[in-house]
């Protein structure tokens, strides 16, 4: 399990994550639940972490608009 701290509410970028096609959890005020598994291969991984990047960015050019 991994948490990921955000500057904006978790659940605003748990939707941005159902836009990617990546599943997240909400877990307090300020923390993104990560629950990978734990054989999970290289390439999975990193196409998780390309999805979460982009939904990131997404969050970054709607707040700038």
């Keep these: 399990m991994l948490g990921l701290k955000c500057r904006i509410t978790p ?3 748990v939707k941005a994550g159902y836009a990617q096609h990546l599943l ?3 877990a ?3 923390v993104l639940r990560l629950l ?3 054989n999970i291969p290289d390439a ?3 196409e998780a972490v390309a999805r979460l990047d982009r939904a990131a960015t997404s969050l ?3 707040a700038v608009a």
């Design 44 to 46: 999975d991984l990193a």
């Design 36 to 38: 990978p598994a734990l």
């Design 28 to 30: 307090a005020d300020n």
């Design 60 to 62: 970054e050019k709607a």
């Design 24 to 26: 997240t959890v909400p």
């Design 11 to 13: 659940a605003e970028v």
